[in-house]
């Protein structure tokens, strides 16, 4: 019985944890929670940052900022495509009970930057660079 127990709790400890999704798959935003880095531009490049699905840190959205600029609210299993201009950007994300992570990215005319926002079962966020 105990071991059961024991295998039973690290299952529910592990289904806490958020999993990755694909930008290409991930809900967009919706437009009233994108508040920033939407109008075009010549010479646009694109920071796209996608949040995991799952239950850890449900309860609230990610306020994803770029330069400092508060962006757009990120929901578990959205995405968000922001237009910025080529050179060096800072992007941070932060969550209720969360904290704040940052990340300096330089981008090139006309190119594309993904991100990922991940929370572990132990409320760790993280704001990283991924392919998807």
Do not use: W
Not at 42 to 52: C, E, Q
Not at 89 to 98: A, N, R
């Amino acid at each position: 019985m105990r071991i059961f127990i024991a295998a039973l709790s690290l299952l529910m400890l592990a289904g806490c944890a958020s999993s990755p999704v694909p930008s290409s798959q991930a809900d967009p935003v919706p437009s009233t929670r994108l508040f920033a880095y939407q109008a075009a531009a010549p010479g646009d490049s694109f920071l796209i940052v996608t949040r995991d699905k799952g239950f850890a840190g449900s309860g609230c959205n990610g306020t994803v900022s770029i330069d400092g600029v508060r962006a757009a609210e990120v929901g578990t299993g959205e995405t968000a495509k922001f237009r910025v201009t080529p050179g060096e950007h800072i992007v941070s994300v932060s969550t209720c009970g969360s904290g704040l992570k940052e990340r300096e990215t330089s981008i090139k005319p006309g190119a594309t930057k993904k991100f990922r926002i991940s929370i572990d079962s132990a409320m760790s966020l993280d704001l990283s660079p991924t392919m998807q």
